[in-house]
C-alpha cells in the first residue's frame, strides 16, 4: 500500500496531479478541487496519499488520492464511511477546506454541504447524521492549524480530547487552544499545550 508520495509535479490536470519520484517512477494522483490551486508544474511536493483499488469486470484499477497534511486524510476516510460515498466521488465532493466542511457537519449546515459536487440535501442529511459527533476536531482550526508543523497538528488534536475528557465543551476546548496557538509559542508534547493553558491564565 502506498501511503505517501513525494517528487516533482510534471503535470496539473483538472482532476490531479502526475508527479516524478526520485527513482524516475511517474504517479498520477487525484487530488480535490479544493486544493487543485496549491499545485504547479515543477514544484517539489509530498502528499499523504490514499491507495484505492476499483475492482471492474475483469480487471483491478488502482488509485491514489492525494492530500497536503495528515489531518485532510484522516478526514476524508471519515468521510467515505458515509453510505453511498466512495473514494473518487469524494475526493470530486472537495470543492472547499476540510475544516469549512467540518464545520458545517457540526452545525448541521445543509445549505453548504449541497453545494458540494454530487451531494444532495437526502445525502446531506446522512453525512450530518453519521459525522455530527465526530467531525468536531477537524472544524478547529481554519488554515492557521494545518499550516502548523505536522507534530504540533497531532498534539493540538490530542490535547482536544483531553479536554473533552476533563468535560469542556467542544466549543470551549476550541477557542482554548485557539489561544494556545495565537500566543505564538511553538510546542513538543501535550504537557506543554496544557501547562500554558492552565498555568498561563488561558483556562477558567
Known amino acids: 500500500?502506498?501511503?505517501?508520495?513525494?517528487?516533482?509535479?510534471?503535470?496539473?490536470?483538472?482532476?490531479?496531479?502526475?508527479?516524478?519520484?526520485?527513482?524516475?517512477?511517474?504517479?498520477?494522483?487525484?487530488v480535490s478541487p479544493a486544493s487543485q490551486a496549491s499545485f504547479s508544474e515543477g514544484d517539489d511536493v509530498e502528499l499523504f496519499t490514499?491507495?484505492?483499488?476499483?475492482?471492474?469486470?475483469?480487471?483491478?484499477?488502482?488509485?491514489?488520492?492525494?492530500?497536503?497534511?495528515?489531518?485532510?486524510?484522516?478526514?476524508?476516510e471519515l468521510f467515505i464511511t458515509v453510505g453511498g460515498i466512495g473514494p473518487k466521488a469524494a475526493v470530486k465532493s472537495f470543492s472547499m477546506p476540510v475544516w469549512e466542511i467540518a464545520r458545517a457537519i457540526c452545525e448541521g449546515d445543509i445549505k453548504t454541504l449541497t453545494?458540494?459536487?454530487?451531494?444532495?440535501?437526502?445525502k446531506a442529511r446522512q453525512i450530518i447524521a453519521r459525522l455530527q459527533d465526530k467531525a468536531a476536531k477537524f472544524a478547529l482550526f481554519k488554515g492557521e492549524y494545518t499550516e502548523r508543523p505536522k507534530q504540533e497538528q497531532d498534539i493540538f488534536e490530542e490535547v482536544f480530547e483531553v479536554l473533552l475528557q476533563l468535560q469542556y465543551k467542544k466549543s470551549e476546548a476550541k477557542e482554548?487552544?485557539?489561544?494556545?496557538?495565537?500566543?505564538?509559542?511553538?510546542?513538543?508534547?501535550?504537557e506543554e499545550v496544557l501547562e500554558e493553558i492552565y498555568k498561563g491564565g488561558i483556562a477558567r
Open 1 to 30: 500500500m502506498i501511503t505517501r508520495i513525494a517528487g516533482k509535479i510534471i503535470g496539473v490536470y483538472d482532476d490531479g496531479v502526475e508527479i516524478q519520484t526520485p527513482c524516475g517512477l511517474v504517479y498520477f494522483v487525484a
Open 50 to 76: 490514499y491507495h484505492y483499488i476499483q475492482n471492474e469486470p475483469s480487471k483491478a484499477v488502482e488509485f491514489l488520492i492525494g492530500f497536503l497534511t495528515k489531518v485532510e486524510l484522516e478526514f476524508f
Open 115 to 122: 453545494s458540494m459536487p454530487g451531494i444532495g440535501p437526502q
Open 176 to 190: 482554548l487552544i485557539k489561544k494556545v496557538i495565537s500566543s505564538g509559542r511553538q510546542f513538543n508534547s501535550v
